[in-house]
Antibody, heavy 120, light 106 residues
């Protein structure tokens, strides 16, 4: 059974930093591109970032470019999101997402999310 | 960057057919996927690559795409289908989501 379990969400002040983690199991981790998708309270889904199987291919939404860094540790079956210079508009539930075997942007498994609140 | 446009709300009578559309320039090049999200839950993939249904998704869910428009059809809508539905696609190096459609089953 595929499982994606996010952690690391917290309340942080504007300008602060946070590192999210996602522990994956139930599939061959190294075979898949992984993504972070976020959802602000009461709002729609917003794609944040992706990382390819080989660590090197990463892309991010313009809204987080230069502030957020996605990474993965294939030896630990883990995905990460380093979030710097946080803004109130970054407040959201952050989902760790696995792409479908047919490729992105179809996402066949989602974690339950970890909540990030940016507030003074 | 590209955008995907969805109607904010659609309603359907119980047992009738609901159609939810998604419009965007990128759909002329890339495929669309559809997700169902119920309150307090993570999204669930219901259609991938325009018209493919994952295992476990009822066959009343179907998808299609033509030109710059993708569609999700629910044939014989059930009460449990009441939810938010999001389309997504991509452009060169980005993933794009539509704004979502709230489906009410009356």
């Amino acid at each position: 059974e595929v499982q994606l379990v996010e952690s690391g969400g917290a309340v942080v002040q504007p300008g602060g930093s946070l590192r999210l983690s996602c522990a994956a199991s139930g599939f061959t981790f190294t075979d898949y591109t992984l993504h972070w998708v976020r959802q602000a309270p009461g709002k729609g889904l917003e794609w944040v970032s992706l990382i390819g199987r080989d660590y090197f291919n990463t892309f991010s939404a313009d809204s987080v470019k230069g502030r957020f860094t996605i990474s993965r540790d294939n030896s630990k079956n883990s995905l990460y999101l380093q979030m710097n210079s946080l803004r109130p508009e970054d407040t959201a539930l952050y989902y760790c997402v696995k792409e479908h075997s047919r490729g992105w942007p179809s996402f066949d498994y989602w974690g339950q999310g970890t909540l990030v609140t940016v507030s003074s | 960057s590209s955008e995907l446009t969805q109607d904010p709300a659609v309603s359907v009578a119980l047992g009738q057919t609901a159609s939810i559309t998604c419009q965007g320039d990128s759909l002329g090049t890339y495929s669309a996927s559809w997700y169902q999200q119920k309150p307090g839950q993570a999204p669930i993939l219901v259609i991938y690559h325009n018209n493919n249904r994952p295992s476990g998704i009822p066959d009343r869910f179907s998808g299609s795409s033509s030109g710059n428009t993708a569609s999700l059809t629910i044939t014989g809508a059930q009460a449990e289908d009441e939810a938010d539905y999001y389309c997504n696609s991509r452009d060169t190096n980005n993933v794009i989501f539509g704004g979502g459609t709230k489906l009410a089953v009356l």
